[in-house]
């Protein structure tokens, strides 16, 4: 539990760095990738901002060596709260009422997850068949490529609304999903005894060139993505796309089985099917109207 809420401090921080120097630097390109690396190796603040994610990602690991994969992305889901209050402070980003409720809803199946855990009756699984997990990983990957090009090419139309950036989290969801099972299965092979022989196991399963794809692609298009839209939603979708994506494909993938007792089975699947639901209801579009240049004179009918 500790390591979870550490890794959402770390994770909230890093990201809400990254939105700051993001907003400072020129307008980056998920087609001009070496530019956009150059731009962002080139701030500090950016570069904070990655070694708060990268411990994040430590702690992930400590997490998912105790913890079942279900309960921890139910955890992990109660970092937005932190994340919208740091996207207010530094960022000065105003949510509408309507995602103050949906994220509120997000806290409640949050809640419903935590209250579905019993420690010592939760199994903890160490491996996954190779091929079950590709099976799992590949479409996943292609998915989630696939909607960011769309959601890319639907942003280029210039009399479309502005986006808030939902499918940009989506696309962006799938990939950490992808990697948040990838991490799921390099901390089997976290051992003391017998290094080498876990090193060579590594290397010959698919967890470090899984977390090599989506480490390159998913760093390019997250900080597209945040450039161009609020943190204060992006991150919350992305991070509720992660955690059902890793909750449920990973339980089947890993084997941990669900809870037997009916009670802490329906709430562990409520809580799934309403972040599932709140998720798909989130508005896709910005409704405020962008205001005038200073100075402009406003035209009246005659």
């Known amino acids: 539990m500790a390591a979870a809420l550490l890794a959402n401090v770390l994770y909230s921080t890093g990201f809400v760095l990254e939105k700051r120097a993001l907003a400072a630097l020129p307008e980056v390109d998920i087609h001009r990738p070496a530019r956009l690396l150059r731009l962002v190796l080139g701030s500090p603040l950016w570069i904070g901002g990655s070694l708060a994610l990268a411990a994040g990602f430590g702690a992930q690991l400590a997490v998912y060596r105790t913890l079942p994969i279900a309960a921890a992305q139910g955890i992990f889901v109660s970092g937005l709260v932190l994340l919208v209050l740091l996207s207010s402070r530094l960022l000065g980003e105003e949510t509408t009422g309507r995602e103050r409720y949906a994220l ?3 806290l409640v199946a949050l809640l419903m997850v935590v209250l579905s855990l019993r420690e010592g009756t939760d199994t903890v699984s160490r491996s996954a068949p190779a091929p079950l997990v590709l099976t799992v990983c590949l479409p996943s990957l292609s ?40 991490i799921k299965g390099v901390s089997s092979y976290l051992t003391t005894s017998d290094l080498g022989g876990a090193v060579v196991g590594l290397l010959r399963s698919p967890y470090p060139y899984l977390l090599l794809f989506t480490g390159a692609f998913g760093l390019v298009m997250s900080q597209a993505a945040l450039q161009r839209c609020r ?14 994506f890793t909750a449920v494909l990973g339980t089947l993938a890993f084997g941990e089985a669900l809870p037997h007792e009916p009670v802490r ?26 205001q005038p240049p200073i100075g402009a004179k406003e035209l009246t009918p005659p």
């Not at 769309?150 to 950490?176: D, Q």
């Not at 943190?231 to 059902?244: D, E, F, G, K, Q």
Request: aromatic fraction near 4%.
């Open 104 to 106: 509120g809803a997000i």
């Open 143 to 182: 998915l989630g490529v696939w909607l960011y090009g769309a959601a890319e090419r639907r942003s280029r139309h210039r009399h479309r609304k502005s986006t808030t950036g939902v499918e940009y989290g989506v696309a962006v969801g799938l990939l950490y999903g992808v990697s948040s099972l990838a």
């Open 231 to 244: 943190a204060s939603l992006i991150v919350p979708v992305c991070t509720t796309v992660t955690c059902l």
């Open 265 to 290: 089975l329906a709430l562990r699947l409520a809580g799934t099917v309403l972040a599932v639901s709140v998720l798909l209801a989130m508005p896709k579009h910005d409704d405020a109207a962008p």
